[in-house]
């Protein structure tokens, strides 16, 4: 995300230590996370930000912290999903967190998120890599099965072309460079379009309607293993 964003972006990384855990796969795991999210949204334009990124694809907390802010709140899912679909009629996000894991609730998941933006008839297909979420991240990866990741990647989204009618893929983790290096349709990298678009709306002065998200009569603040401050 650092060698995508403009030169006087400043990026600021949030380690929620009281988050649920190191995924985000289901919804007792996102509802949960959702809680501290949105209360660090909030923080964050208590200290002077312009904008918050929700990086998770499932968007925990989303709705929440667009109720309580008045800074703009850009989620990964809404960012990827809209950037994909001015690049072609039918988009399929090819992701981990197979069936054998969490079977149906995933995909149950990311679908809700896909109806939220009312965009069910431009999706072609979600296509799950059956490793965990952690099993994409680059960081934590030995070069091998990284590898072995990016080609499970690139199989299931060479079918979501050829077998269920995509034009734009949407890449998750470190699949992206290796999908993009060897597929004939565009490739979308989720936490740069999630940048671009936020860099966007902060510098064209805009932020969510507050007819749509409209601020709570009284906002709470809520804690889960982080201590109210004194």
Do not use: W
């Amino acid at each position: 995300m650092e060698t995508a964003k403009d030169p006087d972006t400043e990026i600021v990384y949030k380690d929620v230590l009281d988050a649920v855990g190191p995924h985000v796969e289901q919804y007792h795991e996102a509802d949960l996370a959702g809680i501290v999210y949105a209360r660090e949204a909030l923080k964050a334009e208590k200290d002077g930000f312009d904008g918050v990124m929700i990086v998770c694809f499932a968007e925990p907390g989303i709705i929440a912290a667009r109720e309580l802010c008045t800074i703009p709140v850009i989620g990964a899912h809404c960012a990827a999903i809209h950037v994909a679909s001015m690049l072609g009629n039918k988009f399929s996000i090819v992701i981990a967190g197979g069936d054998r894991i969490a079977g149906p609730h995933s995909r149950t998941m990311l679908m809700d998120c896909i109806r939220r933006y009312g965009m069910e008839s431009r999706l072609a297909s979600i296509r799950f890599i059956d490793v965990p979420p952690t099993g994409a991240n680059v960081a934590l990866l030995p070069e091998k099965d990284l590898k072995e990741f990016q080609e499970k990647a690139l199989e299931e989204a060479k079918k979501a072309i050829e077998e269920d009618g995509a034009e734009v893929i949407i890449a998750y983790g470190g699949s992206y460079p290796y999908l993009k290096e060897n597929l004939d349709v565009p490739v979308v990298s989720i936490p740069v379009a999630l940048l671009k678009m936020t860099e966007a709306i902060v510098r064209m002065g805009l932020t969510h309607s507050k007819k749509a998200y409209p601020k709570p009569r009284i906002p709470h603040t809520y804690y889960l293993s982080e201590k109210p401050p004194t």
